[in-house]
């Protein structure tokens, strides 16, 4: 006989649906108001309804995800909420379960050499200081100091966040885009001959390390700097848009010519 999980699941899933629901209409705290303003620069890239939409997915990350402080950092809501809302400016496009898998964001006080001695994930060797990690069905971990700067600049191409969370969402099967890996072998060869000949490249070198790092590199370039990445390589910047479901670069062009 064949097992049914239908009911049981159902009443997980609508269990699961009204916790979530309770959290997201509670009001936002007014403090986490300022925060999302003085230390998250792309909260001011947002519509009205975008902004919205944001913050109940901060509301639901920052009450539903494990958050610990390593190396003495006391984990407070300014943290949690400039962290959780970069993950959900780049989840925005996705259903809002993405990040169902994560349990748990570990937060050092600035980078780290991990205690134990592990190679990271990207196989970079032990001894080197680490900004951010994210491991296969293990949690997110980044240093604050460079969450925190990613959180209050732009346009530079670089955002830790950004790239440790595009490493899970990656991982854990939340974006679909038929065809994409076609693509980004491509990008990612030609990157890889620009590096090798010693070109000045739009995306940052490290995406030569292999094709994981590759797409989490040009994820910060495609959410940072999106207009020149499209002009740079339209397919690159394409394949990134279905990933995700957005389009940044129309986004920076809308407040180009609204002024705001
Ligand atoms: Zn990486």
Known sequence: MQFDPGPRMNFVRR???RRRARRTR???PEAWFSTLREDVAHYALLDEDER?????CVAAFVSEKHWEGCGGLHIDDRIRVVIAAQACY???????DAYRRLKSILVYPSAWVDPRGRKGFDGLDTSSPRLGEAWPHGPVILSWRDAQRAGRRIEHGRNVVFHEFAHHLDMSDAMHSTGSHDVLQRAYRTHVEQTRLGRTTLLDPYGATNEIEFFAVATECFFERPAHLRNDDPHLYEMLRRCYRQDPARREEAIDRTGT
């Open 15 to 17: 269990l699961w649906h």
């Open 26 to 28: 509670a009001p936002f």
């Open 52 to 56: 919205a939409r944001l913050r109940r």
């Open 90 to 96: 780049l989840a925005m496009g996705l259903a809002h």
